[in-house]
């Protein structure tokens, strides 16, 4: 079969954001779709695309310099470049000779010899950047950290240049797993596989050399993987022992688990989920933890009043964004989103906002969190819902870069609905 092809619909998933890349290296690739000499080729060359994919079309284009070529020829050559420079065991020859067979499917113009040639060099010689571009940030970050020049440039308006560069190189940079401790079984972990964080009281990263699920620890759920800023926001909205809680949104399951802890297995956990296969697999696992806290129910925004009311103590909504903050663990969503969706989204997230809102009680309080680092998500939607809603005031909030701690960027407001 002509793995080019299959890489291309896989690389168009992850553009439509139909797939994870995540999903793809762990369980898409397999022997029932490619032969099983093509795996782990397939797999070293979407890692190199997804990470390296604003570069490596920087490259071909300035190889190619004056040459025109549409979005489907340049996603082959990415492909073919990415399958001869970064996979272990490739053959040279056919993905040659299958590139030229796509181009010809797809009736493109392309000289042949000429893109063979390119290939030829490319392979062993990354381009170097042009002296001018010393003088350009946003274009050498965009080519250094393969990032879409306008996220670099949104970025750097909003933070400045310095925290432009600090976020930006640290989303490419590997960390250690973050762990947080079962505070209800353990109170301190003392194993040399696991190093203490300063983060929060139950905070350490894994440093172990066998598979973290071998641990005993995690086998008895007395430790779950939880990103360092996720375990500060949670310190930070100061939660208190028996609380009535309502989560609203796509929430991973360590979150809940944590939300849970914090209760002290007390009080009650709800959580709307609006896509029901995220709602089945954090039953799955929360359910491992045998909280009576829990409840976890499918429902969009707009029908989560058929399974609440205005009782609670707190409301913890994160609508759907941009994920700008999650590029470190999801490096694809470089790829499928582009400024075009903004305004729409903006709307979407004051709309589940204002709803959610609805039910929290008076002297409750209001939690918005959104993985992002664009104003525009976080605090102008706030702005406009208080100026909007005299009934809230703003208890505080911030805005964590992915360097603080080494994990996730997020930004959370805490709201606190004024008494009756």
């Known amino acids: 079969m002509n793995i080019l ?12 954001g139909e797939i994870s890349f995540s999903h793809v290296i762990n369980k898409k690739v397999d022997v029932l779709e490619v032969d099983t000499n093509s795996i782990d080729p397939i797999k070293d060359a979407l890692k190199a695309i997804v990470n390296r994919y604003y570069f490596l079309a920087w490259e071909i284009k300035h190889y190619l310099k004056g040459i025109a070529i549409n979005e489907s020829e340049l996603d082959y050559l990415i492909i073919s470049l990415a399958f001869l420079r970064y996979s272990r065991n490739g053959d040279s020859l056919k993905i040659e000779s299958q590139l030229i067979e ?52 949104m970025i750097r308006k909003h933070f400045g240049t310095r925290n432009a560069f600090k976020t930006i190189s640290s989303s490419r940079k590997s960390i250690p797993i ?8 353990v109170d301190k ?33 007395k430790i779950f993987v939880l990103d360092q800023t996720e375990q500060k926001v949670l310190e930070s909205l100061k939660i208190i022992q028996g609380e009535k809680i309502v989560a609203i949104g796509n929430f991973e399951p360590s979150f809940l688990i944590e939300l849970c802890i914090k209760i002290q297995d007390l009080g009650k956990v709800k959580v709307a989920i609006p896509d029901y296969a995220n ?21 969009p925004i707009n029908l989560v009043c058929t399974h609440c009311d205005n009782s609670n103590d707190r409301v913890i909504v994160m609508p759907k964004n941009s994920e700008f903050g999650l590029i470190r663990k999801k490096p694809e969503i470089l790829l499928s989103f ?14 589940t906002l204002k709803e959610a809102s609805n039910f929290v009680k008076y002297d409750g309080e209001l939690d918005y969190i959104v993985p992002t680092l664009n104003k525009k998500e976080s605090f102008v939607v706030v702005r406009r819902f208080l100026e909007e809603h005299k009934k809230f005031g703003l208890i505080s909030e911030q805005l964590i870069f992915p360097f603080e701690y080494g994990g996730e960027g997020i930004y959370f407001a805490r709201i606190r609905k004024l008494g009756n």
């Open 5 to 16: 092809n299959y890489c291309y619909d896989l690389l168009n998933k992850l553009k439509s």
């Open 102 to 153: 796509s181009l010809n499917a797809l009736e493109s113009k392309l000289d042949h010899n000429t893109v063979i040639k390119m290939l030829q060099e490319l392979k062993s010689n990354v381009t170097s950047f042009p002296e001018v571009f010393n003088e350009n940030f946003s274009k050498k970050i965009s080519l250094n950290y393969s990032y879409p020049e306008w996220l670099v440039n």
């Open 178 to 185: 973050s762990i947080c401790s079962n505070e209800l079984l």
């Open 189 to 221: 972990i003392e194993h040399p596989s696991f190093k203490k964080s300063d983060t929060t009281p139950n905070s350490y990263f894994y440093i172990g050399k066998k598979k973290l699920y071998e641990e005993e620890l995690f086998i008895n759920k």
């Open 279 to 299: 709602m089945m697999m954090v039953r799955k696992i929360v359910s491992k933890y045998k909280f009576r806290c829990f409840e976890a129910f499918e429902s």
């Open 338 to 351: 582009n400024r075009e969706q903004f305004d729409v989204l903006i709307q979407e997230q004051y709309d």
